[in-house]
């Protein structure tokens, strides 16, 4: 099921999907995800990054009511991270307490400025392991 609501060719993934029900046992379903749709056009250095348009990333946050469909997509960032294209989904994850309250925590990524990896003369993967340090965010997810 497609959930991004932004109608872009751009790459969206690691949901992570929680339920809970409410005091009528209904269950509302609430998902973030990671959103590349506030990347640029194009890339940044093409000689690193290929023709990828999915360099930076944002979390956005949908749910679903019983009864309605899924409300509108909500950046839940406030500043974009960098994506490595390679370990970004290891710490995505999502948790609910009751009908009305739920956090969502992801991999963050602003402070960094490069992706860790290149190309060196004879073509070969380089990996820079400092530049790949990971910051682990959360933040409470709106209704």
Same mark, same amino acid.
Request: aromatic residues 10%; proline residues 4%; hydrophobic residues 30%.
């Given at each position: 099921?497609? *959930?991004?609501?932004?109608?872009?060719? %751009? #790459?969206?993934?690691?949901?992570?999907?929680?339920?809970?029900?409410?005091?009528?046992?209904?269950?509302?379903?609430?998902?973030? &995800?990671?959103?590349? %749709?506030?990347?640029?056009?194009?890339?940044?250095?093409?000689?690193?990054?290929?023709?990828?348009?999915?360099?930076?990333?944002?979390?956005?946050?949908?749910? @679903?009511?019983?009864?309605?469909? &899924?409300? %509108? +997509?909500?950046?839940?960032?406030?500043?974009?991270?960098?994506?490595?294209?390679?370990? !970004?989904?290891?710490?995505?994850?999502?948790?609910?307490?009751?009908?009305?309250?739920?956090?969502? !925590? &992801?991999?963050? @990524?602003?402070?960094?400025?490069? !992706?860790? #990896?290149?190309?060196?003369? +004879?073509?070969? !993967?380089?990996?820079?392991? #400092?530049? *790949?340090?990971?910051?682990?965010?959360?933040?409470? *997810?709106?209704?």
């Amino acid at each position: 099921m497609t *959930l991004n609501d932004d109608g872009l060719v %751009r #790459a969206q993934g690691y949901p992570a999907l929680e339920t809970a029900q409410d005091d009528h046992g209904r269950t509302r379903l609430r998902v973030p &995800w990671e959103d590349h %749709r506030r990347s640029p056009e194009g890339p940044t250095d093409p000689a690193r990054f290929g023709e990828s348009s999915n360099l930076f990333y944002d979390i956005f946050t949908t749910s @679903r009511r019983p009864g309605r469909g &899924w409300s %509108r +997509n909500t950046r839940v960032t406030d500043k974009r991270s960098i994506s490595d294209f390679l370990f !970004i989904g290891d710490y995505f994850d999502l948790t609910t307490s009751g009908d009305d309250l739920a956090f969502g !925590i &992801w991999t963050d @990524r602003r402070h960094q400025t490069s !992706i860790g #990896a290149h190309l060196d003369e +004879n073509g070969n !993967i380089v990996i820079d392991e #400092a530049a *790949l340090e990971d910051n682990v965010f959360g933040a409470r *997810l709106r209704r």
